[in-house]
């Protein structure tokens, strides 16, 4: 399958993409975007089967793409990486149809909790 | 209950925060106040609430900026030390590996209760700061630790209200 990893930092792709691999989840295509904007074009160009999309970034915001996608009919699976863990922000992501909101600081045990069943 | 203003961690939070980001126990013990000098530059990470009022600033000398970010993104800890020991300054990736630890400190202040911090700006050792953030530095609301990254070396970290 293939996972669509949307932060603004290219640091903190590259360490969720590691820690998709240390979790087990080593044989997917992985497409990279740069922010909200990024993303929401490449759920239509590339066709992800799943979205992790940090919160806060500039140009388009991962709530906003989440709210963006949403309104235009997608159903891709959409999940936060972020450091905003709380409780009023997890509301608003489960608000707005994320599966899941992963905060940072993350382990691998912490991916795999949100990620079996999601993960095929 | 807080009163609606945004409050110090406790150190054993920064230490839990660190280590949880890096995958290393990050040694986190009571220290000196970082202050910026001409030979020591400082990071200065900036948060804003969400009307852009400054609501913390964190500073870290050149050891705790160089050996966090470098942890994070699994810099070797040998290049970490020569932009410590000898460069006096911090790479280009290793200000991105260190904008992503201060990105996630932020989580340190969002408490319930308390407004909402997001970080606003980084400053990388010896970027200049604007003189009202400069100010700040000295502000007595603050809580000043000496930090060691395992396989890295020490640092200093202030947080300050």
Not at chain 2, 2 to 20: H, I
Not at chain 2, 127 to 136: A, K, N, S, T, V
Request: a negative charge; one cysteine or more.
């Amino acid at each position: 399958m293939k996972i669509l990893v949307a932060d603004d930092s290219r640091v903190m792709r590259q360490i969720v993409i590691r820690t998709l691999r240390q979790a087990g989840y080593d044989d997917h295509d992985i497409v990279e975007a740069e922010d909200g904007a990024d993303a929401l074009a490449k759920v239509s160009s590339e066709q992800p089967d799943l979205v992790l999309s940090d919160w806060n970034m500039p140009n388009m915001t991962g709530i906003e793409c989440l709210q963006a996608l949403r309104a235009s009919g997608s159903v891709v699976p959409f999940g936060f990486v972020t450091s905003e863990g709380s409780a009023d922000m997890r509301a608003k992501a489960a608000d707005a149809g994320a599966l899941f909101l992963i905060a940072k600081p993350f382990t691998e045990d912490t991916f795999k909790e949100h990620l079996d069943g999601v993960i095929a | 209950m807080t009163t609606g203003t945004v409050q110090l961690p406790a150190a054993k939070d920064v230490r839990d925060m660190l280590t949880g980001l890096v995958g290393k126990p990050v040694g986190v013990n009571p220290g000196a106040p970082v202050t910026p000098t001409p030979d020591d530059p400082v990071a200065v990470a900036v948060y804003v609430d969400p009307y852009m009022a400054i609501n913390a600033l964190c500073v870290l000398d050149l050891g705790a900026a160089a050996y966090t970010g470098a942890a994070l993104a699994l810099l070797p800890p040998g290049g970490a030390q020569d932009a410590v020991e000898e460069d006096r300054e911090l790479s280009g990736l290793m200000v991105e590996a260190l904008h992503e630890v201060v990105n996630v400190l932020s989580a340190l202040f969002n408490v319930p209760g308390a407004p909402h911090s997001k970080l606003h700006k980084l400053y990388a050792p010896g970027e200049d700061l604007p003189g009202d953030i400069e100010g700040m530095l000295a502000n007595f609301n603050r809580l000043d630790l000496a930090i060691e990254v395992p396989g890295y070396g020490k640092g200093a970290l202030s947080l300050v209200l």
